[in-house]
């Protein structure tokens, strides 16, 4: 799907489950890994006048007409980090080379799209991009992993300024008069997340959107959604004043009819992308959607029964397919915004799709592991141990998106009117 049209009328301006618990069956690797923990990696950030640097070939080749970045290839590629934290602030969780994983042959992969070029990432570029506007990402957890890599990437050409906000968090990047924004909000309507110590089930209202982020959108410039994983959790759905079904509920006393959750899932998109068109009808303020795809996990195995991550490279194309849930929601999500488009079109919205699924698919070895708390060997092999295969490692694979990101930006800078 090609990103030709975005921001072609915006831009006045210029611009989970996260964790799992698993009982691994600990293999002879793992003493590898212990006995190799404390062997430092850290790669020298190289500055950015040469790190940053792309081709006029390669800029001309993604300045074409059409790009398919979902369809392509991870290929070795033994690059300088990105970053390495020390110009930004990683989640504990998911610093990796922090928290002494043995193995750094998983930042040593980039994806080469079939039918063009993607260029490393350029922070200035991102920048003047964005001048003047804010982004806003709306999701749960894996939004919050997409936007802390990208804060990171910007880091090395930018220091931001974090502002205390209700309800969100935001970096305000000055040099640019540009804010970067985070809103919690995992079904993307309005919905009660289950709690340890409360409910063990979501209450989500699949009609009512979220005022959490709805409220803050007219001071939004372009919004990416996201949503999956806390669909699959035990959840009461509700239209209006009514339950209209659960999910996986027979043991919560309830006697509602099990209907899945692909279809409130859907629900919940469509009705988050609706009161979007609707807000523009209502007061002429345009913005732009983009909605990012669902990113798979990988527990090799039931996660409740020893299912890990410990894959140390990356799958080939031919080795796993993208199919069942991984395939399902992606498709949901597809269709909902090609749906959506035409009535946006007809009022000045542009909607365009962020298509990371396959690419992240491949790429069992990124996420944090083990290694999501420091050094979980370093005492011996425990009995039971916390594996993280739905977050990913920064840096890391998730640069990869906002490498893609970067360009569907670019693609559409010369439609675009610079204020003097």
């Excluded at 749960?140 to 968090?169: F, M, W, Y």
């Excluded at 979007?276 to 990012?292: Q, T």
């Excluded at 009535?343 to 298509?355: P, R, S, T, V």
Aim: charged residues 20%; hydrophobic residues 35%; glycine residues 6%.
């Amino acid at each position: 799907m090609t990103s030709t049209s975005i921001f072609k009328e915006k831009l006045i301006k210029i611009f989970a489950p996260s964790i799992f618990y698993a009982i691994p069956p600990i293999s002879l690797i793992c003493l590898y890994f212990y006995f190799h923990s404390f062997a430092p990696f850290f790669t020298p950030i190289t500055h950015q006048s040469s790190l940053y640097a792309s081709t006029p070939k390669e800029r001309e080749k993604i300045n074409g007409n059409t790009c398919d970045y979902s369809n392509g290839t991870w290929i070795h590629d033994n690059r300088s980090l990105l970053y390495d934290g020390t110009t930004c602030k990683i989640k504990k969780s998911q610093n990796c080379i922090l928290n002494g994983r043995p193995n750094s042959s998983y930042l040593d992969w980039r994806w080469k799209p079939s039918e063009c070029n993607l260029p490393i990432f350029e922070p200035n570029t991102f920048l003047k991009l964005i001048n003047n506007m804010h982004i806003a990402f709306v999701g749960d957890s894996l939004a919050r992993n997409q936007i802390e890599s990208l804060i990171c990437l910007l880091s090395t050409s930018s220091k931001p300024k974090r502002v205390h906000h209700p309800g969100s968090r935001k970096w305000y990047f000055a040099s640019h008069n540009a804010t970067l924004s985070f809103y919690w909000s995992p079904f993307l309507v309005k919905g009660d997340q289950r709690k340890p110590k409360g409910p063990n089930y979501n209450t989500i209202y699949l009609d009512h959107v979220n005022e959490r982020w709805f409220r803050d959108i007219d001071q939004m410039d372009l919004i990416v959604l996201s949503l999956g994983h806390w669909f699959m959790f035990p959840s009461i759905y509700y239209e209006g004043d009514f339950v209209i079904g659960c999910l996986n509920c027979h043991g919560l006393k309830f006697n509602y009819t099990d209907i899945g959750f692909y279809g409130p899932l859907r629900k919940a998109l469509r009705t988050s992308i609706n009161s979007i068109i609707e807000r523009k009808i209502s007061n002429g303020n345009g913005i732009d959607v983009i909605v990012r795809t669902f990113s798979p996990s990988h527990f090799e195995g039931e996660w409740d029964k020893g299912g890990t991550c410990s894959k140390s490279e990356p799958y080939r194309n031919q080795e796993r397919k993208l199919e069942g849930v991984d395939a399902d929601i992606r498709s949901i999500q597809i269709e909902e915004l090609e749906n959506a488009k035409p009535k946006a079109k007809q009022f000045g919205l542009n909607l365009e799709l962020l298509d990371i699924t396959k690419l992240t698919l491949l790429r069992s070895d990124g996420h944090a592991g083990a290694y999501m708390n420091p050094f979980p060997f370093a005492n011996g092999i425990p009995k039971y141990i916390q594996n993280d295969c739905v977050h990913w490692c920064l840096p890391g694979v998730v640069d990869t998106w906002n490498e893609i990101f970067l360009e569907m930006i670019n693609k559409g800078k010369d439609h675009l009117k610079v204020e003097k």
